[in-house]
């Protein structure tokens, strides 16, 4: 059974076939229990008890894209829309900062009134008013010049799902004009520009196998990226994909513990979306091997209209104000709240991230 974690860990590359294999004992709850002790050593030999937490920043709902699942996609006439000013963004991370956050999270849909211009005024300010933090950038897809110029105004790290490694099931998630190729290629583009990259997929998203899945793992093994943020499909009562069920949340932990064996100095947060599907979903994903989660330092004026699927957890101990309360949670659980920069670390083989 330990048998292909043993190979995994070791670095070797896994066949369709094989993957589909390993996959398909996702609730076998002997291979379970190995995997994830495996994966929580793992986390620990790079990690120790370290959970990162990272301040997100949601500072727009306007999108241009109209991607099939998405609560904040353009057609969506339901959406309460709303823009941060740069006053309101760097309002959150001064008060970040004094609740210790050292990583800001900027993230938006790919909204055209903030323009490279814009965007490097704002990344500007905050690399000038807190230069020891992180920030991080998750605002879509754009140009290899405007994340040039967004790395040299100081962003350090970008986040850019990938959402699906298969070409059709792409097309089957989004509308015409946004590919898997244009979304790898600025994938690439960030690895070269230097940032610290991190991408990612939906568990569980309409008219996905197994095969797909096969697919995200194979296309991650290869891009090496420093994050993984990974979360189960959840349905959104304004889109197209309204009536899907949502992904589930045993595979979700499963994928998360074999990222772990894979790339074993990633930072793979549990996301939101985890803790949305089950009151422990965040817990259950550090036990599988996650080490980093983002409380919400947004305005709590718009916490509710940044709502990308249903039930999104707006309140509460994700939000950065109960930073204490995640303390607990995470302590009773053997795990420590670490508020420092928590950089990806060096892999002990080679250049693994």
Not at 68 to 77: E, M, P, T, W
Not at 299 to 308: A, E, F, H
């Amino acid at each position: 059974m330990a048998h292909w974690m043993d190979r995994l860990a070791s670095g070797e590359q896994f066949d369709t076939r094989e993957w589909v294999q390993i996959l398909s004992q996702y609730q076998n709850e002997a291979v379970r229990e190995v995997l994830f002790d495996r994966a929580r050593q793992t986390a620990k030999r790079y990690y120790g008890n370290a959970i990162y937490v990272r301040g997100l920043i949601e500072f727009t709902n306007y999108c241009k894209n109209d991607c099939f699942y998405c609560g904040i996609r353009r057609s969506n006439a339901c959406a309460q829309r709303y823009r941060l000013t740069k006053e309101d963004i760097l309002s959150c991370c001064k008060e970040g900062y004094a609740l210790g956050f050292r990583t800001f999270v900027l993230q938006g849909g790919e909204d055209g009134h903030f323009t490279d211009e814009r965007m490097c005024d704002i990344v500007s300010a905050i690399r000038a008013g807190w230069p020891d933090c992180a920030i991080t950038l998750s605002i879509g897809e754009r140009s290899e010049e405007s994340y040039r110029r967004l790395f040299a105004a100081g962003a350090n790290r970008y986040l850019l799902r990938h959402e699906t490694a298969d070409p059709e099931h792409y097309a089957r998630l989004h509308p015409q004009g946004l590919t898997l190729e244009h979304r790898k290629a600025c994938l690439y583009a960030l690895k070269r520009i230097g940032y610290q990259v991190g991408s990612g997929f939906m568990v569980g998203s309409p008219h996905q196998t197994l095969e797909h899945l096969a697919q995200d793992l194979q296309f991650l093994a290869q891009l090496r990226p420093h994050m993984v943020g990974i979360g189960p499909f959840i349905p959104h009562k304004d889109t197209p994909f309204k009536d899907f069920k949502a992904g589930s949340l045993e595979m979700t932990v499963y994928l998360l513990g074999i990222l772990r064996l894979m790339l074993p100095n990633a930072l793979l947060p549990a996301t939101t979306a985890l803790g949305t599907i089950s009151p422990k979903g965040r817990e259950m994903g550090i036990l599988a091997g996650a080490n980093v989660v983002m409380p919400n330092l947004s305005p709590l004026s718009v916490r509710k209209k940044y709502l990308l699927y249903d039930n999104k957890i707006a309140t509460g101990e994700e939000a950065a104000e109960h930073l204490a309360a995640l303390q607990k949670r995470m302590q009773a659980i053997g795990y420590t709240i670490v508020t420092d920069r928590g950089d990806c670390k060096p892999a002990a083989k080679g250049n693994r991230c």
